[in-house]
């Protein structure tokens, strides 16, 4: 996840701060450190750290904190407000019929990010139409229809025609009846003179409500550049930062956005059309943070909650909670996991737990990918109900036979058999949790605007999942 580095270490700071109620100027000195530290390795402009942590810094030392407060949740509120301060207000974006234009350079994702913003306003109930105008690209036309098919929305493209202008123009006419038009634009490797005049022309032709610039996370001190000459082309009202899964940086774009006094309208994070998140300001601060973001996670719960089969017989939640954990419920959990997003971006979204837990767990307890699950899958077709409700009892014999009947590698057996132990271990620290604590938690989180967050004391951190 973007900016990774920066809610660990600064846990680990403020965990130094724990039975504090008073900061000195040692403490706040060491905290700002960390931060500048974390944010200069992420590629966030020196000055822009320099600005943020001086105000972190001036703040600490002059602001008194509130009465019960502890030190250690006094300067993370500090640090929260100045960081939410910096990314700034999400980009307006009314649902209502609109023409949003997408620029950005070659393998920004565009392609991929006009469909997730497709599928996004189909999920809020409008009738989106992706136009794709990139013929400089092979195989864009392609990737774009099959996209915009998986997120079931209404496509336009010609593989045939040569001129993107016309194509935008016969677009927008073809595609009368959709009330949200997303134009996909062709990018070029560097801001060449022909990729800013073309995108000026279908501008003109395609007069936007929007103007978006889709930029990827991992672009450093470039960033800023990139954003100030679209700025200056066609005027950019917001920027669709993408591939935040891939990266621990991240602060290019942020940069970015700060410089050309933009806003962020949408997060990209995964290659699915599902992957994408509308920019929260307080949510995405304090999942960056490792405080966890309410709002995203009842929307990725909900998502997950009408699209997984529930109808299923002989498959009980209950038993999870008293302590079974079978196969069969690692089937489900995938499942309806796989519908909410890797395992990690769930876990940075739960209050509390995010950062503490995750720095517990063995990285590959977050490895479960597609194939992966695909793979278990297969593998579990072959196994006996009995061998599905126990797999504790799973021997070797029984692990050569699953394997040749699946036609998987007999690892394949041992490694599912090994995360099915490995997610049991992790549930039963989930169960060891207070629910008190949790509503606690809760309640404080959503008592300001959403995914924002109330009064911070007691919040966890990293002294165990809720300090
Ligand atoms: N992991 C991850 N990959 C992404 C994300 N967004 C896009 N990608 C991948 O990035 C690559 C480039 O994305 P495209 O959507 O083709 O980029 P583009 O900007 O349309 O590219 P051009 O048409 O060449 O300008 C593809 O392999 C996408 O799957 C994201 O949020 N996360």
Do not use: C
Not at 87 to 111: F, M, R, W, Y
Request: hydrophobic share 35%; proline share 4%.
């Amino acid at each position: 996840m973007v900016l990774d580095d920066l809610g660990s270490s600064l846990r680990g700071t403020l965990d130094r701060l724990q039975g504090k109620t008073r900061l000195d100027e040692e403490d706040v000195e060491e905290v700002v450190r960390e931060i500048q530290r974390s944010l200069i390795q992420a590629d966030v402009e020196i000055d822009l750290v320099m600005e943020l942590s001086d105000s972190i810094e001036q703040r600490a030392l002059e602001e008194e904190p509130p009465g019960g407060t502890t030190a250690r949740d006094f300067v993370l509120r500090i640090v929260y407000e100045e960081m939410v301060d910096l990314v700034g207000e999400s980009t307006d974006l009314p649902l209502e019929p609109q023409t949003i234009l997408l620029a950005g350079l070659q393998g920004s994702g565009k392609t991929t990010t006009a469909a997730k913003m497709a599928w996004w306003f189909s999920k809020k109930g409008l009738r989106p139409a992706v136009i794709q105008t990139d013929t400089f690209r092979p195989g864009a036309y392609d990737q774009a229809k099959e996209m915009a098919e998986r997120a079931e929305v209404t496509f336009y493209g010609d593989p045939d025609a040569d001129d993107p202008v016309q194509i935008a123009r016969d677009g927008l006419a073809a595609t009368e009846e959709a009330d949200i038009h997303i134009v996909d634009t062709a990018g070029r490797h560097a801001l060449e003179e022909g990729l800013i005049d073309e995108i000026q022309e279908i501008d003109a032709v395609v007069e936007p409500d929007r103007s978006l610039l889709v930029m990827d996370a991992a672009l450093g001190q470039g960033a800023k550049d990139q954003a100030q000459r679209f700025e200056e082309a066609i005027g950019i009202d917001g920027v669709a930062i993408t591939k935040l899964d891939g990266t621990a940086k991240g602060g290019g774009a942020l940069t970015a956005v700060n410089e050309t006094d933009s806003s962020i309208a949408f997060l990209g994070t995964g290659e699915t059309v599902q992957d994408v998140e509308r920019f929260e300001p307080n949510g995405f601060i304090s999942r960056l943070l490792g405080m966890g973001d309410l709002k995203q996670l009842a929307e990725r719960v909900e998502r997950a909650m009408a699209d997984t089969d529930t109808d299923e017989e002989d498959w009980d939640p209950e038993d999870i909670l008293e302590g079974q954990f079978t196969l069969k419920d690692m089937r489900h959990q995938m499942d309806a996991m796989n519908k909410m997003g890797p395992l990690d971006q769930v876990l940075d979204m739960i209050p509390g737990l995010g950062g503490g837990i995750k720095d517990q767990l063995p990285d590959d307890a977050m490895d479960v990918t597609q194939d992966r699950m695909r793979s278990f899958d297969i593998v579990m077709d072959s196994m006996t109900e009995d061998e599905l409700e126990n797999p504790r009892s799973i021997g070797a014999s029984q692990t050569r036979r699953i394997a040749r009947g699946s036609g998987q590698p007999e690892e394949r057996v041992q490694e599912l058999l090994e995360q099915h132990r490995m997610m049991e271990r992790t549930l039963k620290q989930f169960q060891g949790m207070g629910d008190a604590d949790m509503q606690r938690m809760m309640k404080r989180m959503e008592g300001e605007g959403g995914g924002g967050m109330g009064g911070m004391g007691g919040m966890g951190g990293g002294g165990g999942p809720f300090g």
